[in-house]
């Protein structure tokens, strides 16, 4: 699963990484939750940053209600189940970021946030889906999932499920619509543990209001209440 990530980057940062442009102004995220809006990139319109929302159809959609907790797609079963294969199709999206967090249970009531990154912090892309709404209004507002696949070795001290990270080579592949189906899931792999590096946050990430710089310092482990513990 991933329900939260980060994108600490500038503006010029992530227009220079994915070779694309921002007509919006962006302000650096470090506690992206679900249901806010936040800058994609489809194969539809691979030249400009679109915004949309995470998981969660806006309240003023009139046709297509979705669950707050559907964030993630299981990259097992996306090109089987009917919720999801359309869009695996037809809007697959990549989803910026520069870090994800994930919380390790420590016994029953007990759990440490950790935050994952690439080394260097380096901006990457999870493999996404997008669909389309029509509002009450007659507007039109889009949402996004990310995909979510088996663990790589770090990320299994932690979580049994990890993001698609997808390597900068396969990014212009996964967007594009001719890209075989086969090749596509070959993509949905754990990302190498050798590239990553993972550290212990403060549970102020807990918080969505949290989005400020703190929460992405390293921290020694503490649980969610801020006590600290010899787990890490």
């Known amino acids: 699963m991933c329900g ?3 994108l600490t980057k500038s503006k010029t940062a992530l227009e220079n990484r994915f070779a694309s442009e921002m007509l919006e102004d962006f ?3 470090y506690n992206i939750a679900p249901s806010q809006v936040v ?3 489809t194969g539809d ?3 400009g940053f679109s915004h949309f929302y995470w998981g969660v159809t806006p309240a003023f959609s009139k046709n297509k209600p979705v669950a707050n907790k559907l964030i993630n797609a299981r990259s097992e079963t996306i090109a089987e189940k009917l919720s999801f294969k359309s869009s ?3 809007n697959r999206c990549l989803v910026p970021a520069d870090g994800f967090y994930e ?15 690439l080394h260097g912090e380096e901006l990457f892309a999870f493999a996404g889906i997008w669909e389309q709404f029509e509002t009450e209004n007659g507007d ?8 979510t696949t088996t663990p790589n070795s770090l990320t299994a001290e932690v979580h ?9 080579d396969l990014e212009a592949k996964w967007l594009d619509p001719h890209t075989p189906e086969n090749v596509l899931l070959d993509m949905l792999r754990p990302y190498p543990e050798k590239e990553m590096m993972t550290y212990t946050v403060s549970p102020m990430v807990n918080q969505v209001a949290n989005d400020n710089p703190y929460v992405i310092r390293k921290t020694l482990p503490m649980d969610q209440f801020g006590n600290y513990t010899l787990f890490g």
């Open 45 to 47: 319109s691979p030249q």
């Open 140 to 147: 039109t507002a889009h949402t996004f999932l990310i995909l």
């Open 88 to 90: 695996f199709r037809k």
């Open 103 to 117: 919380w390790k249970k420590i016994g029953k009531k007990t759990k440490v946030p950790y935050r994952f990154v």
């Open 27 to 29: 302000v650096p995220r």
């Open 4 to 6: 939260r990530y980060s």
């Open 39 to 41: 800058p994609v990139i």
């Open 160 to 168: 049994d499920r990890m993001p698609v990270i997808l390597p900068p």
